[in-house]
């Protein structure tokens, strides 16, 4: 298994905990060569050429602008291109659920949060399986960052277990939810 995954591993994101669970996975930020908000052609061509060089990808990082789902249909044209039959895994949120209308939506960036992660997971599962190609999408529930007010909410090595489940299963999981129970783990 070859493994890209967008994010800095350097801080406490997704990319840190899939970087424990999974050393031998590169990743694909600003830090690391990578622009992915594809706001210049070459850009978006980079990172087309280097993903036909990994079958898994984790869409980890939320990108203003529509990005994920950008990094989404990308991946899957270029590996439907080459008969590459990977696996993208995209993270999502919890805030999917938000409708435009709902009251924590009024904060305009929050909304359009809200429609983005959603989009992202209705394209993904409109694509699971399409050329041989799985897309899995994780709906997350609050993520502990390090931020002191986020201690109780999902402990990033969830999702990493998630991730390794999900790579290892045989079938098709289009969509799993995960959230923290408010317990703190003991390790």
Known sequence: MNMLCSGNPNH???????????????FASRATGYDLRFWDAGSETYFRKQIINYDVFVNSSFICGGGQLAL????HEEWAKI????????????????????????????????IQ?????????????????KTTHIVAGG????????KNW?????????????VEHPCLIPLIEIRANGLTRNE
């Open 83 to 114: 008969g590459i039959h990977g696996h993208i895994i995209n993270i999502g949120s919890t805030s999917e659920y938000l409708g435009v209308n709902d009251i924590q939506s009024k904060d305009q960036v929050y909304a359009k949060y809200s």
């Open 72 to 75: 989404l249909e990308a991946t």
């Open 143 to 150: 993520l502990n960052d390090g931020i002191p007010e986020h």
């Open 154 to 166: 999902l402990d990033l090595t969830h999702i990493a277990e998630t991730i390794v489940w999900v």
């Open 117 to 133: 992660k959603r989009a992202l997971r209705d394209r993904s599962l409109q694509l699971n399986g399409l050329n041989n190609i």
């Open 12 to 26: 406490i994101t997704v990319a840190s905990a899939v970087k424990n669970y999974f050393p031998t996975a590169k």
